[in-house]
């Protein structure tokens, strides 16, 4: 099928504002009469508030307020459970909650005043250990509650007991994986403005989800959602952190811009974003395989227990992706899985690029490589005698049938772009010397979409003008990830416009419904199809109103690079004259767009149905280099062979893959936040280890496509799944050069050379 402008690899549309610094981030922005805010947060991770003094505070130069949470209406917020403090009121549960904040005429002297403020606290015990925070007799971080549960996925297929007895070979394996910073490069910022008429308030700035926060600002303010407008301005990176952590930032901001009437603009620190923003889950992870003596696979048990920190936030939903996807993409008859969350007065952990996914899929990939060996089988071998093929059986129940299956396609190119089979060989010899060479893959499979857990649809508006420009909105959000861009695409595609002709809007909630939060993986292939959807429906309306005007068929005309062909190929109009001419005669030229994805299942108690109605796979290959006298690791090649659907964009897809890529050996060999005590011991970039420039492998991203039927022009997902496979594959090319499998991420210089962390603050 021959495409304009879908399948292309195009200039992105927001490039040249980003490049030229014309981009207005949420730092950037100003309004007149403008204050600035701070908040004051505690030290302690588990503390009463017995006073809060603010009477100092309140006399220092500049300040127009201070706050506490008896000036909050409605103190608690949350997208799955409302246990969130915007301010904390009785107790702080974890360190960074905050307390107290200031408006002032400046930063500096919100900052100064915030000083001044005395709180009284009296220490309380606090829990730090998932294995304490399990305990019946242990203390209850939310009393309200019987036990720090947050949450319990349980799945289960046949008898595991059964499976057991017919496997020849059994396998118990402990994996960990530690709390990671979202490391975006732009903190958090906000600016909320008071408003007179229509709405309560305004809100901009480096938002990831506007509907979440409007709707935690309304819950907070105890206003209706229409009072509340939030507009999204250009973000600095996200991966998944901009979301709970703005909302109670806008929140905030919103309850000091009503009660002074100003403006209130907040911006934090590096070393705030730090402190109070949330974490990607660390998991504690214990699994159980049976395999015949041929490799067959014939149970698996699991058990997947997540920090979730003082707050439950994302981690509902973070663990019910992991129960679905933590026997990995192999077929078994037997599964027994249980995915928990607990309360600790650790930092909170919610949502970051992956969901769920990283933390299993280390696992679950290093324990296929440890049964292989164990069976004197190759890893390629032993996965591909199990893995999910077309009508494969899920572990969760659901046949594999109505999109390609293509884990051994994608296994095949990535293991060719790699010569990962010769290299295999090769470095399975004997390696003199301290540095040697080893080579280990990862495979994947990933639902799309929200998943059963939630209804998953979106909205868009498209708009065209007299002029022939093409206005686009959509409810779901550009983060950087080029979503602006393949909309553009697809809209071009369906109206027959060039790019140039399109605008795109930036998010604002008063012109689209509620499209959901901007994550999953699910931009294209739902927010994808809802601008197909709304183009669709312009593209019928001036095609008939064409059809009438020239006394032609429909099924004649074509709009084609801003023109009306017939079917020899002969122009008839101008799109613009047609735009024009349709509504001067008072034909509508705006249409929204709507899409709700096909019908999917879950039983929460018996822990199965069709939690997806697609998946992607993809496979991760990682060629390292391991100094056995020193421990240092470099990771010298990768390969990244992944199945989306149809590429709209394959420059913007490439470019994924090389960021997830990055992004994931970061997980897998240097990044760890560590917590002492429930207190974060590094704040800033010169404590906490990311990849730059010089750590990066070369890089072959393979794009596989295989159209999916529910997909727009046949695409899927790609952003986060290129992030989940790299820490596996490490680890696995790791234990091939040296011999020594290790368990615990990130696969640090001590790691890899005595096999566990010196950091009393790190993973086991």
Request: charged content about 25%; proline content about 3%.
């Amino acid at each position: 099928m021959a495409f304009k402008h879908v399948n292309k690899g195009v200039k992105r549309v927001d490039a040249y504002e980003k490049v030229t610094g014309k981009a207005k981030f949420g730092a950037d922005l100003e309004f007149a009469n403008q204050l600035y805010a701070k908040v004051l947060r505690t030290k302690y991770p588990h503390a009463r508030i017995i006073n809060i003094e603010t009477e100092e505070a309140e006399k220092m130069p500049g300040v127009k307020g201070v706050f506490t949470a008896a000036d909050i209406k409605n103190n608690l917020f949350g997208v799955i459970v409302e246990d969130q403090q915007v301010l904390a009121e009785d107790r702080v549960l974890l360190a960074g909650d905050g307390v107290a904040m200031v408006a002032a005429e400046s930063e500096a002297e919100a900052a100064a005043a915030l000083e001044k403020i005395k709180v009284e606290y009296e220490e309380l015990e606090a829990i730090y250990d998932l294995d304490e925070a399990r305990k019946n007799e242990a203390l209850k971080i939310h009393p309200e509650k019987d036990d720090n549960q947050v949450i319990h996925h349980p799945l289960r297929k046949g008898d595991v007991e059964k499976g057991f007895a017919q496997a020849d070979v059994i396998l118990e394996r402990e994996y960990s994986t530690q709390l990671i910073e979202h490391s975006y490069l732009e903190p958090e910022a906000v600016v909320v403005v008071p408003e007179d008429e229509n709405h309560l308030v305004s809100i901009y700035g480096s938002i990831q989800n506007p509907y979440a926060t409007r709707t935690a600002v309304a819950t907070v303010l105890g206003a209706e959602l229409a009072e509340v407008r939030v507009i999204q301005n250009h973000i600095g990176g996200s991966f998944g952190g901009k979301d709970e952590v703005v909302s109670a930032m806008a929140a905030r901001a919103a309850v000091m811009a009503l009660a002074t009437k100003r403006p209130v603009k907040m911006v934090n620190s590096r070393e705030e974003s730090f402190t109070e923003s949330y974490k990607r889950h660390p998991y504690q992870l214990k699994y159980k395989i049976g395999a015949t003596k041929e490799g067959k696979l014939t149970a698996m048990e699991i058990e997947a227990v997540a920090d979730s920190g003082a707050y439950a936030c994302q981690t509902p939903f973070v663990t019910w992706r992991s129960v679905v996807q933590a026997t990995g993409p192999y077929e078994l008859e037997h599964v027994k899985t249980d995915t928990y969350g607990y309360y600790t007065n650790n930092p909170y952990t919610g949502a970051m690029r992956g969901y769920g996914s990283p933390q299993i899929i280390f696992a679950q990939e290093s324990l296929m490589d440890e049964l292989a060996e164990e069976l004197g089988m190759s890893p390629v071998e032993l996965r591909k005698k199990n893995i999910y093929r077309q009508g494969s059986i899920t572990a969760s129940g659901q046949k594999l049938d109505g999109h390609t299956v293509s884990l051994e396609e994608v296994m095949d190119k990535a293991m060719a772009a790699i010569d990962y089979q010769a290299k295999r060989e090769k470095y399975s010899q004997a390696q003199a010397g301290d540095k040697k060479r080893g080579i280990g893959l990862s495979i994947s499979f990933r639902g799309c979409s929200l998943g059963a857990e939630a209804v998953d649809a979106a909205a868009s508006l498209i708009q065209i003008n007299k002029d022939g420009s093409v206005a686009v909105y959509s409810g779901l959000a550009e983060n950087g990830q080029g979503l602006k861009t393949i909309f553009s695409q697809i809209a071009a595609e369906v109206l027959g416009v060039t790019l140039n002709e399109i605008d795109y809007m930036e998010v604002d909630t008063t012109f689209t419904p509620d499209s959901g939060s901007t994550v999953a993986s699910r931009a294209t292939l739902i927010g994808g199809n809802s601008i197909k959807n709304a183009a669709e429906k312009l593209k019928k309306r001036i095609l008939d109103f064409a059809a009438q005007k020239f006394e032609i068929s429909i099924e004649e005309l074509e709009l084609k690079d801003g023109f009306l062909y017939n079917q020899n190929s002969d122009r008839l109009a101008l799109f613009s004259d047609l735009a024009a001419e349709m509504i001067n005669k008072g034909i509508l030229l705006s249409a929204y767009g709507w899409y709700k994805g096909p019908a999917i299942s879950w039983d929460e108690e018996k822990g199965c149905g069709n939690p997806y109605f697609t998946y992607v796979y993809g496979c991760q290959i990682a060629e390292v280099e391991v100094d056995t006298g020193t421990g240092e690791l470099t990771v010298l090649n990768m390969a990244a062979a992944h199945d989306v659907g149809r590429a709209i964009n394959p420059a913007n897809v490439k470019g994924q893959i090389y960021g997830g890529v990055v992004m994931g050996l970061g997980y897998g060999i240097m990044e760890e936040v560590e917590v002492e005590a429930g207190q974060i011991k590094g704040k800033n970039f010169h404590d906490y280890m990311i990849p730059t420039i010089k750590d990066m492998p070369d890089i072959k991203p393979i794009i596989v496509e295989n159209p999916d039927p529910d997909g727009p022009f046949g695409a899927k997902s790609v952003g986060e799944p290129t992030l989940e496979l790299a820490s596996a594959a490490i680890a696995n090319a790791v234990a091939h050069a040296s011999g020594k499998r290790i368990r615990s991420l990130p696969l640090n210089l001590e790691r890899v050379l005595i096999g566990r962390a010196l950091s009393k603050g790190g993973c086991k």
